[in-house]
């Protein structure tokens, strides 16, 4: 078929910001399935707790304090991570070379943490299946930590290189900035259910 | 006629070049180089769309040879042919083959090669993805015939019923593979899944407002939502199974607490849409194939939007229905056969449509169309005996024999493999820029319903008999030799039917009538394109004004410029109306995908005989992800 030219949009911009991005709707999705699969572990969770009398079955509750102190932490590192994607969004070089390092170090410390968390479980993951449950979960939201602290790293060396200079990066490190509200976000639930309904 | 390409070195703009220099310069910048490299790190949707088919079709091979070993091992009570244990592995490799390594994936991919095309995008969203979910099905389900080769084939269904599939009662690493085999296939469906919904979103042309949206496209949208709902289920659920018998978690063990029902929540939350992940991709191949044939829109369109909308949604609903109207769940097939009770309203809609589209329409009877007159049919006997297994005097009769199997192929067979077949017969010559011959292709429709009719109709009777499913053979006293002979003849013929369509390809494509761009009159974008498309798909982006925008635009199609051709650009435009908002950068090929997709591999396999895999996998994952992502030339950027 013949082609008659109808229109020019060159003048439109070569990335952009938020829904602009196809990347941001990627981030969307996969924020959407991995909570799907959390919202599943979840219901497992209740699902065993609901079928058996006793809950936790044969165990003392956790402790609270690794467990309260990451919930602390996450909700701290909202502040930084919205400085930085605002940073990210002004386009402002100097500014995410900074707060990028200070994301990472923010997704690392409750990795820390989380070490002893697990120890604070009062249970094996052999147990029964209380102690499989809040393993998986606990498990689970590790990944997910690891995976973005993973990113977070990665994305906050390239700033520092020639690439970071460019505009689809900056809008990388803000969809990255997004992503962490997500892991923050999976969190709470979790810890309401791990450290606080075997308390009810 | 080879026209000079400009040189590289600076920005190059479609709209300062000509037709032929354009082309000239695209088809550089959008190569892919023919190396091994180039090969494993392929981007271009269409080629690993192609494997994606081609691939799931193989595994329709193995599972079909499956299923004509059972049988023929049935055709004869008392048959000796093959014992008790290799039937067990035969029917779940049979079953999951079907579900997880073909029909999932065809479905889905045939939506990778066509959605770009449809909606007039040079390329899909995430290609590098993609790729990686490409290389992911490819190992997954290598490993699980190998392993049946190996006689560690999975053997305890292709839901893996917790407690059989318990370390205890199977010891041996059957279940770990088909449950490892589960999350590799998922990954790739969630990939895909991602990809097809935020090209849909993205990178439509111009102009293509939601209702402007092809039904096929809408079909794999909600389609790819329906999956990125539904998977994560079953792979967690595969994942605590394969966990409770590798690190002795205690999810399913009663007497730690665990619970077997669970298993079948988790696996019918997912498997309850499974169904209608096969289905959906296939009315919308049927919407495509009528408007083409009947010549003229599809009568109804919103109502078939919603319509699919609606089974999307009710895929799910009807689970939590189940579980609370019924208290607990009464799992297993009939779930098969509640699906199809609630799904008649859109259904129904969508059947009406389609015939007042015939109806209204001239239709030319075209080998695509009378597959698609074959699934009408088909799924309307479907429906029917679903219906009458959803009434619960006939359940109690006829549970667990082979009237649920009878029915379950009609739904499936009907609903997905016919479709697809009109749908290979459709596409083909776009694919391939040849067209299949029309007179093989009318024997082809003629075997496969014939053949799929006398293979699955007297098995209705068998159940109603009393032959139960998953029995490797029967005494001849009870009568049944005669019937399943019968069908043991149809099941061949249907096979023989399998055999002429790959003749009738093989030939086809050598040495098929030319194709053209358009060669059925249709009226959606993939048929404004060459025949094979070029990698870039358009050489300058359609502006779409209307639905068929091949029949409303008679003379010459409106196109947009503005694209760099020095690199590789695509436009973004806005969710719901298409307004062009960027020109994005596309992305080259990358070996890291495939580096990815092997480590992860080695690392989901290592973890059936021990979680050290985990740990020791991780590190190389995380290595080629960096690989992945890090830009490799200021081209890039
Ligand atoms: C090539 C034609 C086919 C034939 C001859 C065939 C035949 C059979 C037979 C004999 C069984 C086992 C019955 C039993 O003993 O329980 C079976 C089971 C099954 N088939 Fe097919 N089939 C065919 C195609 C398909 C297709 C295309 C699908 C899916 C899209 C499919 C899905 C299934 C499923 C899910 C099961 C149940 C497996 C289980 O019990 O775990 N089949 N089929």
Known sequence: MRERRVADYSALPDYGFGPKSPMWWGTLGFCALEGMGFAIACATYLYLAFVNPEWPINARPPDLLAGTLVTILLLASVVPNHILKAAAERESIRAVRIWMPVMSAFGAAPLVLRWFEFGMLNIRWDSNAYGSAVWVLLGLHTTHLITDVGDTLVLAALMWTRFGRSGKRFSDVSDNAFYWDFVVLTWLPLYVLIYWVPRL | ?637
């Open chain 2, 1 to 637: 006629m080879t026209a000079e390409a400009p040189p590289l070195d600076r920005e190059i703009r479609d709209r300062d070049l000509d037709d032929a220099a354009l082309r000239a310069a695209l088809a550089r910048t959008w190569a892919t180089r023919s190396s091994l490299s180039g090969w494993i790190g392929e981007v271009d949707h269409k080629r690993i769309a192609l494997r994606f088919v081609l691939t799931a079709l193989f595994f329709l091979l193995l599972g079909g040879s499956a299923a004509l070993v059972m049988r023929l091992q049935l055709a004869r009570p008392e048959s000796g042919l093959i014992g008790p244990d290799l039937y067990n592995q035969l029917f779940s490799m049979h079953g999951t083959t079907m579900m997880f390594l073909f029909a999932v994936p065809v479905m889905e991919t045939i939506g990778l090669y066509f959605v770009p095309l449809m909606v007039g995008a040079r390329q899909v969203a995430f290609p590098r993805l993609v790729n990686f979910a490409y290389w992911m099905f490819l190992f997954g389900g290598l490993m699980l015939w190998i392993a049946f080769l190996l006689n560690t084939g999975a053997d305890t269904g292709w839901f893996s019923y917790v407690p059989l599939s318990s370390l205890q009662y199977s010891p041996t690493k059957r279940v770990d593979f088909w449950a490892q085999m589960v999350t590799f296939t998922e990954v790739s469906s969630l990939a895909v899944a991602v990809s097809l919904i935020v090209t849909v979103l993205k990178h439509r042309a111009p102009g293509m407002t939601l209702d402007r949206i092809p039904l096929f496209v809408w079909a794999e949208f909600v389609n790819a939502f329906v999956i990125m709902f539904a998977m994560p289920s079953v792979m967690i659920a595969s994942t605590l199974l394969i966990l409770d018998r590798l690190v002795e978690t205690r999810f399913f063990e009663t007497s730690a607490g665990g619970d077997a029902l669970l298993w079948q929540h988790l696996f019918w939350f997912f498997g309850h849409p499974e169904v209608y992940i096969i289905f959906i991709p296939g009315t919308g191949m049927v919407s495509a194939i009528i408007a083409t044939f009947a010549t003229r829109p599809v009568f109804g369109y919103v109502p078939l939007v919603l319509a699919l909308i609606a089974t999307g949604f009710l895929s799910f609903g009807l689970w939590v229905h189940h579980m609370f109207a019924t208290g607990l769940p009464k799992l297993g097939e009939s779930f098969f056969t509640a699906s199809s009770m609630l799904i008649a309203v859109p259904s129904g809609i969508q059947i009406f449509c389609w015939i007042a589209t015939l109806w209204g329409g001239r239709p030319r009877f075209h080998t695509p169309l009378l597959f698609v007159l074959g699934f009408v049919f088909i799924f309307v006997a479907g429906g029917m005996t679903g219906v009458m297994v959803a009434s619960v005097p006939i359940d109690l009769q006829v549970h667990d024999t082979f009237f649920v199997v009878a029915h379950f192929h009609y739904v499936l067979i009907g609903g997905a493999v016919f479709p697809l077949l009109g749908a290979i017969y459709y596409w083909f010559p776009k694919v391939t820029g040849r067209l299949m011959s029309e007179r093989l292709g009318a024997w082809n429709f003629g075997l496969a319903f014939a053949g799929f009719n006398l293979a699955f109709f007297p098995m209705h009777i068998l159940g109603l008999q009393g032959m139960p499913r998953r029995v490797y053979t029967y005494p001849a006293e009870l009568g049944w030799g005669g019937l399943n002979l019968l069908a043991t003849t149809g099941a061949l013929m249907f096979a023989a039917s399998f055999a002429l369509l790959v003749v009738n390809a093989v030939t086809s494509y050598r040495s098929g009538r030319a194709a053209g761009s358009n060669p059925w009159g249709a009226g959606t974008l993939e048929w404004a394109t060459a025949s094979p498309p070029p990698p870039y798909n358009f050489a300058l982006t359609p502006l779409v004004t209307s639905r068929e925008p091949l029949w409303s635009e008679r003379t010459a199609l409106p196109v947009v410029t503005g694209l760099r051709v020095d690199r590789r650009e695509t436009f973004v435009t806005s969710p719901a109306e298409a307004r062009p908002e960027l020109r994005d950068m596309a992305v080259e090929p990358s070996i890291w995908p495939f580096v990815a997709a092997l480590f992860s591999g080695l690392t989901l396999f290592g973890s059936i005989y021990t979680p050290w895999a985990v740990v020791a996998g991780s590190p190389f994952i995380a290595a080629a992800l960096v690989g992945w992502f890090w830009p490799k030339s200021a081209k890039e950027e």
